[in-house]
C-alpha cells in the first residue's frame, strides 16, 4: 500500500513529545506524497502542522484500530513500534489494572507497588494444566510452560528474570518458586518446597537492602536450581550467587539502609539470647547510619528476624550455629566503631586498649584483643631478604578495616548459601531442573563505578543470548509453517561483549593494572584511551580523564575509573586473616580456611546436563601470583552461567518500574520507555516486526473477515481456499502476506488495513441501513397524514347524515303518535280480558309451584347432610394427614438428635475428651456414691438390728428348749413356770423395744418427710412465680399486637441453623476426608515398604488390625461403658494407649455384663418387692393355706435368686478389678500383637467357661436354699413339731453338702402332712411364737416403709425436676411466642394464637404419645428378659423335679411356639466360608453381573447373613463379617480409584447396607414405615449402632471419591464446551498467536469438547447411579457438585481470559446455561437446587450482554449480579472486549461508579472461585419396601454355600 493510502484523512498517528515521549493525533487532511507538512489534530482539538523531511522527520508511526488495544500479546499488534508497545501497555496497566502482558516469548510485568488477590492457590490451579496461550498473561503461566516443556521435552528450563532494582524481580522470582512447590511438591514427606520457599527470606535478609529506588532490593544476583525426579516431584534445589555488593556493609548513601539483617539484630538486641552481642540501637552504629534512616514504612525488622530464625531452623540449622552467625554480624557492627586514633606524625595510628567496641569484636570472634589491635594499625612487607612491619595511617587503617569487615560478612554470605544448599540437597537422582534466574537488570546512575560495569557486563551476555533464542524460534517457526525464510538483520552485541572480555579487553587491562606494584586508576584509564578509542563501543569524555563510556546495548554509560583498582583487587591484609583463622570459635576457623582449587570448567554446549557448582570459586591463598581478581572470578562465573542457560530452554520475564515514587499504579511513560529498551522488549519487536508479526489462523480469519466476501465466494467448502482468494483479491502485494500450514502471516500493518476495509464494509452497510429505516420513517410520517384527513372526512359526511337522520326521525314520530292512541283504546279492552286470565293462572301456577318448592326443599336438605358429612371426612383425613406429618418430622429430628449423638459419642473416644468429662462427672459420682452409701449404711443397720433381734431371739428359743427338756427330765419341777414365765418378761422387754426402735425410725422418716413437704412447697411457690411471669408475658404478647414488629426472624434463624449444621457436617466431612487421604497415604507407604523390603515367603500382617473404627476387630468404647473405669484408663495412659487397645475391649466387655447383671437385677428386685407385698397381704389371710405354702415358696425362691444375685454381682465386680489390673499389668509390658491376641482369645474362653460353671453351681444352691427356706417357713406355720426333730434341727450346726440338703428338705416336706403337733406343745398359750412371728412382721414392715419412703423421695424429686424443666422450656416458648406476636399485625393475632394453641396441644399429645410407646418398648424388653430367666429357673427345676418327683413344683407353664419353617429371609454360612464369602460379593463382584437383578442385591445378601448371626446370637461372627465386608470395600475402591461405574456400585451398596441397619435395628425411629413382616425380620441381639457409624463414614469417602472421579473426567471438558465450542455468531474478536508450543501444532490448540459431548457424560453419570440403585436425593447432591465445579472452572477460566469477555460469548453462555438448565428439567432434577449452583455463571453471562454506559446500567448491573463479588465485577468489566469499532469499551468512570456502588456490600471479596470446595453430603434415610423373604439370589454369584433358614 502507498503512502497516499495509508495517511488519509481521519487516519490517527503517533508524534513525539517531550514529556509523555509520544503522543497521539488525527490527519485532518490527505496526505500526499512529499508533501512538506501534515497536518494533524490533537485531543485537545488543537491544530499541529508537522513537519515532514526524507532524513530529519520522517512520517509518525500510524496508530492501531481500538479493536487490538489492550491486546495481551504486543506482538498480536498490527503496527509493531514502540509507541504502540507504550499505549497498550499503559491501557492495560492504568484502565485494566493489568500488571502482566506477553511480547512474544517475553513476560512483561510491571510493579503494581499494591498487593494483588492473584496470586492465591485457587489461581495456581486455574493455571495447572493450561497452555500459555489460554489464560491471560501470568507469571504462574511462565512457570506452567516450563513445568510442562520439562516434562513433555526432558529438557532442562530456564526463567530469567530481570529488571532495574525495583521493578519486582524477587518477588517474581519468589511467585515462580511458589508455583513450582504447590504443583510440583514432594511426593515424599521431606518437604523440600518449604525448604525450598524458606531459603527466601534468609537470603533477602543477607543479601537485600533498602536503596532509593526500593526497600527491599536485592543486592546480588542468584541463580536457583529446583531438581525433580521422574515424575517431576520436587526432590531438592540449588542456588549459586554472583557478585555481593559488599561495599554496603561499610558505607551506605542517603536514605538508604545496610543488609536488613543488621537491623533485625538491632530491633532483637534485648532478647535475652542476644545479650551478649551488647547491641543497642542501629543508631549507634557507624555501618548502619549512614543512610540517616534506619527504618521503612510497614516493615517490622523484629518480626523479621524470627521468620529469618524459623527459616534457619527449617533448613537444618542449629541454635548454636545461629547464634555464631549472630555474633559475626553484630562484631561486624562492633568492627565498625573501633576508634582508630591517629598519631601526630600522622603517618601511624593506634587504637586504645579501652576501646569497648574492639573489646567487643574479639570477644565475639574468640580473637587474641592484643594482636588484632596491632595488625589492626600495621601491616608486614615481605621483600626477598628481609620482612618489615610497617606503621599505618589512619585512613589506610580504616580502609584495611572496612576491607576486613567486607571480607568477614562475603565469607558469612557464601557460607550460609553453602549450607542452604547442603539443606537442599538430595541423594536421590535427579532427572530434570528449573533454574530461576533472579538477577539486576542494566543500571546507569549519575555516578557508575565497578559494580555498575559488572552489571551491564552480564546483561550484555544475557541479552546476546536473548536475541539469539528470539531469532532462534522465530525461524523455527516459519519453518514449521513451512513459509520461506529471510534472513532478518538483528542487533548483535558480540562487539561490546569482546570490549569488555576479550584479550587486552577492558578487564584484562583491568587486571594486569591490578598485578602492578604501583598501579593506579588514572595509568588504567589511560591504557583503555590507547587500546580501545577505535572501537565504535567505547569513548573518551570531552571534560574528563578518568572516566571512559561504553555505548551498550541499551544506552550509553560512563564509568568513573576510582576506585576499580581498589574493588577489583579486594585487598585484605593476610595478619588479620590469620588472626581470625586461629579463632576459638570453630565457625569463625572454618570460614578463613583455605581451600583447594575448583574442578576445571567442563566444555560448554555439549550436554543438557549441567552439574551445579558453586558459582564463586574456592578461596585461595593470599598469594598475588596466584589470587583471582573479583573481575576475573565474576567472569568465571557468568561464563558457567551461560553455558547453563544455553543448555535449557529459557523463558524471559522482564520487570518494569512504572514510577520512580513508589505510587501504586502510576505510569511515568519516560522512565518505561527507558527500561522497556534496557530490558530487550523493543528488540523482540523488531525482530517480529522485520518478519511476519501478524498470524491468524483460517478459521480465524474466515470468522472475522467474512464480511469482506461476496456470497458466491463463500459456497466453497474449502475455507483455507476462500481465505486465498480473499486475500489475492484484497492484498496485490504478495510479499505482504504468505500462507502456512495452519495459519495466514501477516507483514506490519496488513491486520489494521483489513480492519480499515472491514470498517468501511460496515460503515457502507451502516448508511445503506439508515437510507432504508430514514425511507420507512418518511413513509411512516406520510401514512399518518393520509389517515387524519381520511378521518376528517369521514366526521363532516357523519355530520350532515346526522342531520338528515333527524328529519327522518321527527316524521316518523308523528305517525307514531297516532298510532299509540289508536292502540290505547284496543289495549284496555284486550287488558281486562288478560287480568281475568292471569288470575285462574296464578292460582294454578302458584299450586304447581308449591309442589315444587317442596320438592327443591328435601333436596336441598340431603345437600346439606352431604356437604357435611364430606366435610367431617375432609376434616379427619387432614388431621390424619397433619399427624402423619408431625410424626414424620419428630422422627427425623430424632434421626437428627442421634446423628448428633453419635457424633458426639464419636469425639467422645479421644481420652482428652474423655477426661474432660469425667473431671465433672467424678463430683456427681461421689456425691451419688455418698447418697447411696448412706442410705446403705441405714440399711444395713437396720437389718443388723433385725438381725441381732432375731438371733437373739433365736438363741432364747434354743435355751428355752433346752430348759424344757430339762423340765420333763425332772418332771414336776415347780420352778419350770416361773422361769419360763422371766423369760417371757424378757421376751416382751425386747418387743417392747422394738416398738419403740420403731416409732423412733417412723420419726425420723416423718422428720424427713416434713423437710421433703417443705421443699415441695418451696418448689411450688417457685411454680406460681413462673406462672405469674408466663401470665405477664401473656399480657406484655397482648400489649405488644398493636406495634409493628421485625419480619423474617424465625426464618433468618432457622437460616442461620441450617447454616450451621452444614458447616459443621462440611467440617466432619472434611476431617473425614483428610482422615482417608492420611489412609491413603499410610496404605501407599506400606506398599512401597513392602516393594522396598520383599522377601519371598514373607506373610505380611492382617490388614484388618488398624486403629479405625471401620477396620478395627474390636468394639468402640462409648462413654457408657467408661463411665466407671477412671482409674484403670488412668493406668492404661501411662503405660500407653496402643499396648492396651487389646485390654480396654476384655474389660469393657466385662464391665459391660456387670452393668447388664445389675440392671437385671434392679428389674427381679422392684418384681419381688411387688410380689412380697403380695404375699405379705396374702399370708394375712389364714385361709389358703396350701396357696399360701406355693406361694411362700416361690417368694422364697425369688429372694434368694435376688441375694444370690447380689452376692455373684460383688463377686463378678471383684474379679473385674482384678481382670483390669492384670490386664493392665500385662498391657505395661512389651509384647506383640499376635500374643495379644491369643492371651485375649485365651482369656475369654477361660472366662465363658468359668460363667457357665458359676451358672450351673448357682442354681444348684439357689435351689437347695429355696427347699430348705420353704421348709423352714412350713416348719415355722405348722401347729405341732416333733421335739426330737425340733432337737436334732437346733442342735445340727455342721454344714451340710448337696444330697443332706435334698433328704432333709424330703424329711420336711413328709413331716408337712402330720399336723398332730403344734407350737401349742412347745408353749400352751401360744405367746412365744406370736411374738416371734410379730417381731418378723414388725422388721417386714419397716424395711418396706423405708424402701417406699425412699423410692416416694426420689420420685418427688424426680418429678418436682421434670417440672422444672417443662417450665423453663414453656418460658422459653413463650418468650419465642412474644417475640412473635411483636411483628405481626392486630387481625392476624387470633389466628396465629388459634394455631399455636392448636400447635400446643398436638405436641402434648405427641409427647405422650412417644412416652407412652417408650414405656411400652421397655416393658417389652423387660418381658422379654424375665421370660429368659424364667425359662431357665423352669428348666433347672423341671431337672431337680425328675430327680425327685415328690418335692413340690415351681415350674410355671410357658408355652413356646415354634416357628414357621418358611424361609424366614435369613441366610446362613459357616465360617471357614467367610472369605468366600466377601470374595464372591464383593471382591470380584462386577456390576454388569447384578444389572439384571434387585439393585443392591449384594448388601441385601450381606445383611441377610448378618440377620442370621445375629438370630443364633454369634457376636464374633457378626464382627467379621461387618469388618471383613468394609475392609475388602475399601480395597476394591482402592483399587479401582479412577473408574466411576465401581464407586458408584459400591456407593449405593453401601448406604444400602446402612439403611438396612437402620430399618431392621429395632428402633422405633426407623421402623414406621416397615411392614408387619418386616418388624419381625428385625435384629434380636445386637445393636449395630457403631457399626452404622462406620458404614456412614465409608459411604461418605465413597462418595468424595466418586466426586474426585467425576470432575477429573468433566475436567477437560468444561472450559471446551462451555466457552469455545458452539458458537452462535461465528464471530471472534480477534486472532491470537501462540506462543507456547504445548499447542497443538496443527490445530492451534487442544482437541475441543462440545456442549453435547458435556451433557451426555453428564446424562452417563446419572443414568449410572440410577442403575445401580442409589438414592435420588445421594444423586442429586453428586449432579450439585458437578454444577458447581462447571460454574467454578467456567467462571475462572472467564475471569482469566480475555479473549472470551465479550457480548458473543455471554449469548453463547448462556444458551450454554439453558440448554443445561433443559436437561436438570428433562430428569426432574431442576428443583434439588443445582440451578443456584451455577447462579454466579448465569450472572456473568448476563454481565457481558447488558449495556455498560450510564448510571441506570451500573444500578441494574449492582442489583443483577449478587452472586458475583465485587472483585469479579470489576474484573469482568475490565476484561470486556468489543467485538468491532462500533462497539464501545467499557470506560474507567462507569467502572469506579460499579465500585462505588459496591462498596458497602458485605462479602467474600475473592476473585476466583475455590474449585476443591465441597458440599457437606447428607444421606437421609430411605427404607426398603422390598422383604427379605422375597429375595431371590441368581446362581450365576455361585453362592451355594449359603443355607436359606
Partial sequence: MSVNELYTKYTRVWIPDPEEVWKPAEIIKDYKERDPILHLKLEDESTLEYPIGPKDNQLPFLRNPDILVGENDLTA??????????????????????????????????????????????????????NMGDMNPHIFAVAEEAYKQMARDEKNQSIIVSGESGAGKTVSAKYAMRYFATVGGS????????????????????????????????????????????????IGANMRTYLLEKSRVVFQAEDERNYHIFYQLCASACLPEFKDLALTSAEDF??????????????????????????????????????????????????????????????????????????????????????????????????????????????????????????????????IVEHINKALHTSSKQHSFIGVLDIYGFETFEINSFEQFCINYANEKLQQQFNSHVFKLEQEEYMKEQIPWTLIDFYDNQPCIDLIEAKLGILDLLDEECKVPKGTDQNWAQKLYSQHLKSEHFEKPRMSNTSFIVVHFADKVEYQCDGFLEKNRDTVYEEQINILKASKFQLVADLFQEAKDGPALPPSGKTSRINVRPAKPMIKGHNREHRKTVGHQFRNS??????????????????????????????????????????????????????????????????????????????????????????????????????????????????????????????????????????????????????????????????????????????????????????????????TVRQAVITIQAFTRGMFTRRLYQEFLLHHKAIIIQRTVRGWLDRKKFRRARNAAIVIQCAYRRVLAKRQLKQLKIEARSAEHFKKLNVGMENKIVQLQRKMDDQSKEYKTLNEQLSVTNNALGTEVNKLQKELETLRIRKGDNTQLTSLQEELEKLRAALQEAHAQRKRLEEEYSSEKLGLEQRVEELEKENSMLKTEKEEMNQRIRRSTSHEGQEGSASQKEVRLQAELDEERLRYQNLLKEFSRLEQRYDNLQEEASYAKFIPGHRRNPSNQSSIGSESPYPSISMSEVSETDGIIQQIEETGLENAAMDLSVFMKLQKRVRELEQERKRLQTNLEKMEELSQHKAIDPKNSTSEVDGNADLAYNSLKRQELESENKKLKNDLNELRKALVDRASESCSSNELQDSYNLLLSQLKAANEELDVRKEEVLMLKTQIVNSTKQTDNANHINSNDVSEWANNKKPMDKEEA????????????????????????????????????????????????????????????????????????????????????????????????????????????????????????????????????????????????????????????????????????????????????????????????VPCLPAYILFMCIRHADYINDDQKVHSLLT????????????????????SFWLANTSRLLHCLKQYSGDEAFMTQNTPKQNEHCLKNFDLAEYRQVLSDLSIQIYQQLIKIAETILQPMIVSAMLESGSLTGVKPMGYRNRSSSMDCETGGPGGYTLEALIKQLGQF????????????????VIRQLFYSINAVTLNNLLLRKDVCSWSTGMQLRYNISQMEEWLRGRNLHQSGVVATIEPLIQAAQLLQVKKKTSQDAEAICYLCSALSTQQIVKILNLYTPLNEFEERVTVSFIRDIQNRLQDRIENNQLLVDTKHTFPVLFPYTPSALSLETLHMPASLNLDFLVRV
Fill in 77 to 130: 499488534l498490527s503496527y509493531l513500534h514502540e509507541p504502540a508497545v507504550l499505549h497498550n501497555l499503559k491501557v492495560r496497566f492504568l484502565e485494566s489494572n493489568h500488571i502482566y502482558t506477553y511480547c512474544g516469548i517475553v513476560l512483561v510485568a510491571i510493579n503494581p507497588y499494591e498487593q494483588l488477590q492473584i496470586y492465591g492457590e485457587e489461581v495456581i490451579n486455574a493455571y495447572s494444566g493450561q
Fill in 187 to 234: 511426593a515424599s514427606d521431606t518437604n523440600v518446597e518449604e525448604k525450598v520457599l524458606a531459603s527466601s527470606p534468609i537470603m533477602e535478609a543477607i543479601g537485600n537492602a533498602k536503596t532509593t529506588r526500593n526497600d527491599n532490593s536485592s543486592r546480588f544476583g542468584k541463580y536457583i536450581q529446583i531438581g525433580f525426579d521422574r515424575r517431576y516431584h520436587i
Fill in 286 to 415: 557507624t555501618y548502619t547510619s549512614f543512610g540517616e534512616n534506619i527504618f521503612i514504612d510497614g516493615v517490622n525488622d523484629a518480626e523479621d528476624l524470627e521468620k529469618t530464625r524459623e527459616a534457619l531452623s527449617l533448613l537444618g540449622v542449629k541454635e548454636s550455629h545461629q547464634m555464631s552467625i549472630f555474633k559475626i554480624i553484630a562484631s561486624i557492627l562492633h568492627l565498625g566503631n573501633v576508634d582508630i586514633v591517629s598519631e601526630r606524625d600522622g603517618e601511624s595510628c593506634h587504637i586504645s586498649r579501652n576501646d569497648s567496641y574492639l573489646h567487643h569484636f574479639c570477644q565475639l570472634l574468640g580473637v587474641e584483643q592484643e594482636q588484632m589491635e596491632h595488625w589492626l594499625c600495621h601491616r608486614k612487607l615481605v621483600t626477598t631478604s628481609e620482612t618489615y612491619v610497617k606503621n599505618m595511617s589512619r585512613a589506610q587503617a580504616t580502609n584495611a578495616r572496612d576491607a576486613l569487615a567486607k571480607h568477614i560478612y562475603a565469607h558469612l554470605f557464601d557460607w
Fill in 638 to 831: 557468568l561464563h558457567l552461567l551461560m553455558e547453563t542457560l544455553n543448555a535449557t530452554t529459557p523463558h524471559y520475564v522482564r520487570c518494569i518500574k512504572p514510577n520512580d515514587n513508589k505510587e501504586a499504579f502510576v505510569f511515568d511513560s519516560r522512565r518505561a520507555v527507558q527500561q522497556l529498551r534496557a530490558c530487550g522488549v523493543l528488540e523482540t519487536i523488531r525482530i517480529s516486526a522485520a518478519g511476519y508479526p501478524s498470524r491468524w489462523t483460517y478459521l480465524d480469519f474466515y470468522s472475522r473477515y467474512r464480511v469482506l466476501m461476496k456470497k458466491k465466494d463463500m459456497t466453497g467448502g474449502d475455507k483455507k481456499q476462500v481465505c486465498r482468494n480473499l486475500l489475492e483479491s484484497l492484498i496485490k502485494d504478495p510479499d505482504k502476506f504468505q500462507f502456512g500450514k495452519s495459519k495466514i502471516f501477516f507483514r506490519a500493518g496488513q491486520v489494521a488495513y483489513l480492519e480499515k476495509l472491514r470498517a468501511d464494509k460496515f460503515r457502507f452497510a451502516c448508511i445503506k441501513i439508515q437510507k432504508t429505516v430514514r425511507g420507512w420513517l418518511q413513509r411512516r410520517r406520510y401514512l399518518k397524514i393520509r389517515k387524519s384527513a381520511v378521518t376528517l372526512q369521514r366526521y363532516g359526511r357523519g355530520y350532515l347524515a346526522r342531520k338528515y337522520a333527524e328529519y327522518l326521525r321527527l316524521t316518523r314520530a308523528a305517525l307514531i303518535c297516532q298510532k299509540q292512541y289508536r292502540m290505547v283504546r284496543v289495549r284496555r279492552a284486550y287488558l
Fill in 1302 to 1493: 435334698l433328704q432333709a428338705y424330703q424329711g420336711l416336706s413328709e413331716s408337712k402332712s402330720s399336723k398332730s403337733q403344734d407350737w401349742g406343745y412347745l408353749n400352751e398359750d401360744g405367746e412365744l411364737g406370736l411374738a416371734y412371728q410379730g417381731l418378723k412382721q414388725v422388721a417386714r414392715l419397716l424395711e418396706t416403709q423405708l424402701q417406699s419412703q425412699s423410692r416416694k423421695h426420689h420420685d418427688e424429686l424426680e418429678a418436682l425436676h421434670t417440672q422444672i424443666e417443662v417450665l423453663k422450656e414453656d418460658l422459653e416458648k413463650k418468650q419465642e411466642m412474644l417475640n412473635r406476636f411483636s411483628i405481626l399485625p392486630p387481625d392476624a393475632l387470633v389466628e396465629y394464637s388459634v394455631q399455636q394453641e392448636i400447635t400446643r396441644l398436638t405436641n402434648e399429645n405427641l409427647d405422650l404419645k412417644e412416652v407412652m410407646e417408650k414405656l411400652e418398648k421397655n416393658e417389652r424388653k423387660l418381658k422379654k428378659q424375665l421370660k429368659i430367666y424364667i425359662k431357665k429357673v423352669q428348666e433347672l427345676e423341671a431337672a431337680a423335679m425328675q430327680s425327685n418327683r415328690a418335692r413340690p413344683e415351681l415350674i410355671r407353664q410357658v408355652t413356646v411356639q415354634r416357628k414357621e419353617k418358611d424361609f424366614e429371609g435369613m441366610l446362613e454360612y459357616n465360617k471357614e466360608d467367610e472369605a468366600l464369602l466377601i470374595k464372591t460379593l464383593v471382591t470380584d463382584m462386577k456390576p454388569h453381573v447384578v444389572s439384571a437383578t
Fill in 1524 to 1543: 471383613s465386608t468394609i475392609n475388602a470395600v475399601k480395597k476394591v475402591l482402592k483399587k479401582n480409584n479412577d473408574d466411576f461405574e465401581m464407586t
Fill in 1662 to 1677: 446419572n443414568t449410572i447411579m440410577g442403575e445401580h440403585g442409589l438414592d435420588p436425593e445421594i444423586g442429586q447432591q
